[in-house]
C-alpha cells in the first residue's frame, strides 16, 4: 500500500496521506512522498493541489518512537513543509479528526485550511520535551498571530476546527459530513480562476516569505534543536506512548 496516493481528476490534484491505522502519522518514506510530490513542476492544466488524509485523522504528526525525535527528521520535515508552501499553484488542506504537531504545521503550510468543526488543531510540543525550529514557529505566528501562537505553542492544548475559523486561520469550516462538500466549493472556485494569474501571486507570496528568512537563522535552530535529544523529550514521548503524565527533570 503505497503511504500517499496521488490522483488527479481535470484541474485539480489531490495528495492524500494514506496510512489511516495511523491517524496518517509521518514516517521518514512518508514525509519524503510527500516533499517529491510537491517539488514537481504542475502541468499546465492543473490549476489547484488538494491535500488531505484518509481515515479518522488528517495527520497526527510525526511518528513517536521511544528515542525521541531525531534533528535529521526535523530538517526532513521542514523540507516538506517548505515544498507545499513554495509550490507553483494553491494548496487546499481538508483536514477531519486530528492535526497534531507536524499534522497541525501541514495544514498551516497550505495556502487554504477547509476545517471539520470538531477537528482539532494542536501544538503539544511543549507537553513533551521538545522545541519547535524557527522555521516552524515562524508559520506559527504568521498564520495565528503573536497572541494566538502563544497559546499554540505554550500551552499546546486543542484548538478546534469551528475556533480556527472564528480566528480567520480556516477559511471554511462545515460538520464533518458537509465537509467534503464544502471543500469542493473552495476547489472549484479555485480551478475557475486564471492560472497565469494565480502562478504569479503564489510566486510574489513566495518571494515575500523569503524576504522574511533571509536572517541567519541556523544558531537559532540549534537552540531549539538541542531540546530533541535530552533526557526530557524521552520522557515526554514515553510519557505520551504510555497515556500517562511526564515527569520533567529539565535535562
Sequence with gaps: MPLIDITTTG???TVTLNRPDKHN????EMMDAVRDAFRLDPPTEERVTVLRGIGKSFCSGLELSMQGVSNQEAVRIEEMFDAIQRYALPVVAVVQGKAIAGGCELALHCDFI????DANFVMPLAQIGVSTTWFLTKKIIEATGAHMGREFLLLGDPITGERMHHLGIACRTADEPQ???????IIDRLAANAPLSMRSMKAQLVEMNDYFLKADFEKRDEIALATYETDDSVEGISARLSKRQPVFKGQ
Design 11 to 13: 484541474a485539480v490534484r
Design 25 to 28: 502519522a509521518l514516517s521518514p
Design 114 to 117: 477547509v476545517a471539520a468543526k
Design 179 to 185: 465537509l467534503d462538500a464544502m471543500a469542493q466549493t
